[in-house]
């Protein structure tokens, strides 16, 4: 309920303001924004361990050695829980868009594997940042704990957590193009990309950068669409 006041203006009450925030975030906009950041971040993430981690030295713990890539790989860890952390308010937001036309089948298997895919990512990148906090502080790091740590981690992320990747974006973009929510185009970009994820072998390399382009694609094609003022909507009041 709005509040008059003397001079005959009219006032937002708390209720009112809350009610309007809430809605900004869960507009279009606010999943389009979600999502670029998180595809960013993680974009980057991958940039910095493929050039300076394991993968760069062969797989050897040289890069433990080395001070420069040393910090690069600390600092990409540090940049992981702020992927994790837009990631699900991308998913939020794309579930609140969906609502009442959103299909259980999807909606579970959307959630379930988004929720995983960031619980490997967070869980593989600790184990990483594990290593990297026993060098800091001088603890005992054998050639085999090293070893051990990064082949948990390959594993965590490059093959359980890009299979879950590969479930998110068909799933996703099932949801999509069911509720016209993206064109035909990026839903086939989308079916490509997941079967890549999960019919290849154990993810190496650059093609892990598919999943945050992809995020990216869907989210610049729904910050273009939903316009400037983004004023729609909650779909499940239609």
């Known amino acids: 309920m709005s509040a008059t006041g003397g001079d005959g203006t009219t006032?937002?009450?708390?209720?009112?303001?809350?009610?309007?925030?809430?809605?900004?975030?869960?507009?279009?906009?606010?999943?389009?924004?979600?999502?670029?950041?998180?595809?960013?971040?993680?974009?980057?993430?991958?940039?910095?361990?493929?050039?300076?981690?394991?993968?760069?030295?062969?797989?050897?713990?040289?890069?433990?050695?080395?001070?420069?890539?040393?910090?690069?790989?600390?600092l990409a860890m540090n940049l992981v829980p702020f992927a994790g952390i837009a990631f699900l308010w991308f998913i939020g937001v794309l579930r609140a868009r969906l609502g009442a036309r959103e299909d259980k089948l999807f909606a579970t298997v959307f959630l379930g594997s988004g929720?995983?895919?960031v619980a490997l990512l967070f869980t593989g990148s600790s184990v990483l940042g594990a290593v990297l906090t026993l060098e800091s502080q001088g603890g005992p790091l054998s050639s085999e704990s090293v070893a051990l740590a990064q082949a948990i981690t390959a594993a965590l992320v490059g093959t359980f957590g890009a299979r879950m990747a590969a479930v998110f974006?068909?799933?996703?973009?099932t949801a999509a193009l069911r509720t016209g929510a993206v064109p035909r185009w990026i839903a086939i970009v989308g079916y490509v990309v997941a079967l890549v994820l999960l019919l290849s072998p154990p993810i190496t390399g650059w093609v892990q950068l598919l999943f945050p382009g992809w995020v990216l694609l869907v989210s610049v094609f729904i910050l273009?669409?939903?316009?400037?003022?983004?004023?729609?909507?909650?779909?499940?009041?239609?």
């Not at 925030?21 to 389009?32: K, Y």
Request: proline share 8%.
């Open 224 to 238: 273009v669409a939903s316009g400037p003022s983004s004023p729609h909507p909650d779909p499940t009041e239609a």
């Open 169 to 173: 974006t068909l799933s996703a973009t």
């Open 11 to 74: 006032g937002t009450g708390p209720r009112e303001t809350a009610d309007r925030i809430a809605g900004e975030l869960r507009t279009p906009r606010s999943a389009a924004v979600a999502g670029i950041i998180f595809a960013l971040i993680l974009g980057t993430v991958i940039v910095l361990i493929r050039s300076a981690g394991p993968a760069a030295s062969g797989g050897d713990e040289s890069w433990l050695t080395d001070e420069g890539r040393r910090r690069t790989v600390s």
């Open 115 to 117: 929720l995983l895919f």
